[in-house]
């Protein structure tokens, strides 16, 4: 008995390779030959059956949404597929493309007879091969390794070849997968490969392209019109092609769903008299296909392209994870929140508008997760050309918040000051340390130029001699920003280790010259503290919400959470955070941070600051600094309470000489303020934590240094 089941099962793929063979050559090769290659390819031994077979690894769309798992910022693919279980998929889209691909589908074993006779007799009356007595478990095996990106682009193009050879694997390999699955398995596979055009790869996919909605809810006239294009996908499209042919391809369907008793000759008539009602919607694809009236979300998208380049989880390259991005069928929950988004491009636009040299790039951060709420600049996120031969105004798709590619930052100011508080409290300075601040300092830090009763030494002075000199402590020089008594502290604990706390905090040195020099002389950088090396709003922001996690610095990140392909939550998702700083030398911090913005320190240890009027208007405590780098080329304000950190940079992106002026530093503290007000409304209000007596105070009577 099995020894007659293998013999008829032989004696089919002989008759099927033969007559596939004939059918693809119209009878025009002898009938030897054709026997020989046939009886060879049977003959030879069975090949293990490609994994891909039994599990397709097709391109699937990544999504990308908003923080509420719902709305769609983008989609990337590299074809726009997205797969569905069978069930989802309407019967009469199951119906139609059996009836229109392989009618006796559930009576084979892979290779029908009956169809390669059929087709056989059709080619040769027709004088030329118009059927290929493929049936539609051979064009999965043919879609599928012709997709599958484990093989080359040559192993791929063999694929699809017009060649016996081919064929005759084909069907050993159809053969095989029907033994290992299911009828509905194979049938759902093929409808989520096959390419119905238009750019639409798979019934889901498509379903979408032509009239979207979802598989599970076509129509008899849309699902026979869809099955009809399957045929020639190009040519047929209603959209880009031929209508006429499409409607011509599915009347050809229904009457064959007819024949097959699927559907009634009644039902047939009433859909082939329905018009074409196509309803297209393309699936965006990329950065810079986000919604038109949310253009700002680009920036925040594109930033999330250059971190997945970075997460090693996605392949070992750059390129790879893009790629992966592109086929993986990822659905991504981003922490962009759109109306955190909308507040800060509308504080930012009230700075600048997009037409302006000048630029007011904004990042909000989520201090514990490192959650990156909204990136906003005064930009339009297009590849369009720029009038007048203008680089980054209106329109760009360079990185100006967050950094990457030709963008290294921009200087910061005084806000980098909180890198030389951090290291004085970690060395054992409390932030009562007294010293008399001079308007002016010579510091033992070399550098080149400068005054020249300076001998060559840094010697910054005070901005506000009347309002900085003299005696000052730590909180009151953080609040008065007293360059003096910062270059001071800076010797005292060594510019190296201000530095490396600044990149412990996240920093990132891109331009060139920083990184060299932190790298080779941060021993000498004493004009660090000062702000004078290149950052980006989102590093500040990362490294402030740092301090007000209590020294929780977490990997700045645009995501909440990420699924595979088949539902499994990707770790890389998850916020990558570690505890850098003692979380009392962070509370003191924080606890000097609140004087610049007019908040008391827990010591009751401010006195001035540069932003006196931003806790009156946020009705809660908060911490921040302001910065002005040298002549007021660019000015920054940072923000924080324990829930959020904002960072905002004036500067002109293209041309570092054009000084923002230090009017608009008031302009910058209003936008910060307004995204902290506008983002924690109905959020409860929360104080920082008081640092303890060591950090804030010594245990004997300071002495003035000097």
């Known amino acids: 008995m099995i020894r007659a089941r293998r013999l008829h099962k032989l004696m089919t ?38 994994a891909s077979l039994l599990t397709p690894p097709t391109a699937q769309r990544s999504t990308l949404y908003a923080n509420d798992g719902r709305t769609l910022i983008t989609s990337f693919y590299t074809e726009d597929r997205v797969d569905v279980p069978l069930a989802q998929v309407a019967p009469a889209m199951r119906q139609a493309v059996v009836a229109a691909e392989d009618v006796r589908f559930y009576e084979h074993k892979g290779v029908d007879p009956r ?82 055009g238009a750019g639409a790869y798979g019934v889901g996919a498509a379903s979408k392209r032509y009239f979207s909605k979802s598989p599970a809810k076509l129509t008899l006239a849309e699902s026979a019109l869809l099955a009809g294009l399957v045929r ?39 859909a082939k008299a329905e018009p074409l009602k196509l309803k297209p919607s393309a699936t965006p694809n990329d950065c810079t296909a986000v919604p038109q009236e949310h253009n700002d979300w680009g920036f925040f998208c594109d930033w999330f392209t250059r971190w997945w380049s970075e997460q090693p989880a996605f392949g070992a390259t750059a390129d790879e994870r893009q ?19 909308r507040t800060a491009t509308e504080q930012v636009l009230d700075v600048y508008d997009v037409d302006d040299p000048r630029a007011a790039p904004t990042a909000v951060v989520q201090p514990g997760t ?58 054992g300075l409390p932030l009562d340390t007294l010293f008399d601040a001079p308007p002016r300092i010579v510091t033992r830090f070399p550098v080149t130029g400068g005054p020249a009763d300076c001998r060559g030494r840094w010697c910054p002075v005070n901005a506000d001699p009347v309002g900085m000199d003299g005696y000052r402590t730590m909180w009151d020089a953080f609040g008065r920003s007293v360059n003096t008594y910062f270059a001071w502290l800076t010797e005292r604990v060594g510019a190296d280790r201000v530095v490396e706390m600044a990149e412990r905090l996240g920093i990132r040195l891109r331009a060139e010259s920083d990184a060299r020099m932190a790298r080779y002389g941060a021993r000498d950088w ?9 950052t980006t709003p989102l590093d500040l922001a990362g490294a402030y919400a740092a301090v007000a996690a209590e020294g929780m610095w977490c990997a700045p990140t645009p995501v909440v959470r990420i699924l595979d392909a088949a539902g499994r939550e990707v770790a890389a998702g998850r916020p990558d955070c570690r505890q850098v700083l003692d979380t009392d030398v962070a509370r003191g911090a924080a606890d000097a941070a609140r004087c610049p913005v007019g908040d008391q320190s827990m010591y009751g240890g401010c006195a001035g600051g540069t932003a006196q009027d931003l806790r ?36 002109n992106p293209d041309d570092p000489r054009d000084a923002v002026g230090r009017e608009v530093q008031a302009r910058l503290v209003d936008l910060v303020g307004r995204t902290l007000y506008d983002t924690l409304q109905g959020q409860p209000v929360r104080d920082f934590v008081p640092p303890s007596e060591s950090v804030a105070r010594h245990a004997t009577a300071p002495r003035a240094g000097n």
């Open 370 to 427: 490192g959650r990156v709420l909204a990136l906003a600049v005064n930009r339009n996120y297009s590849v369009e050309e720029n009038p007048q031969g203008w680089r980054n105004r209106p329109n760009t798709v360079n990185q100006l918040v967050a950094g990457g590619g030709a963008i290294t930052g921009y200087q910061a100011g005084s806000t980098f000051k909180i890198f030389a508080v951090l290291a004085a409290l970690e060395a």
């Open 232 to 270: 020639s996908p190009d040519t047929d499209d209603p959209i880009n092609g031929d209508a006429d042919a499409a409607l011509a391809r599915r009347a050809y369907v229904l009457d064959r769903m007819v024949e097959t008793g699927q559907v009634t000759p009644e039902a047939a008539e009433a």
């Open 115 to 196: 169809g390669v006779i059929r087709a056989f007799t059709a080619n040769r009356r027709d004088g030329a091969p118009r059927q290929g007595a493929s049936t539609l478990t051979m064009q999965y095996v043919r879609n599928v390794l012709a997709g599958d990106p484990n093989l080359t682009e040559e192993q791929r193009a063999k694929a699809t070849e017009v060649t016996l050879t081919r064929k005759i694997k084909e069907m050993r390999y159809a053969l095989a997968v029907e033994r290992e699955l299911s009828k509905d398995q194979i049938l759902a596979g093929y409808l989520n490969i096959a390419y119905f």
């Open 323 to 341: 790629r992966t991005l592109r086929r993986g069928g990822f659905r991504i929950v981003t922490s962009l929140d759109p109306a955190v988004q």
């Open 13 to 50: 793929i002989v008759l099927a390779g033969v007559l596939a063979g004939l059918a693809l050559a119209v009878a025009a090769l002898p009938a030897a030959l054709v026997f020989g290659i046939g009886v060879r390819g049977i003959t030879e031994p069975w090949s293990e059956l490609p």
């Open 616 to 651: 009156g208007r946020l009705g809660r405590p908060v911490a921040g600094k302001t910065g002005s780098s040298e002549g007021n080329g660019t000015e920054t304000v940072v923000a924080f309470t324990p829930q959020l950190a904002v960072a905002s940079i004036a500067a």
């Open 526 to 534: 004493g004009p660090f503290t000062l702000g004078v090396a290149a």
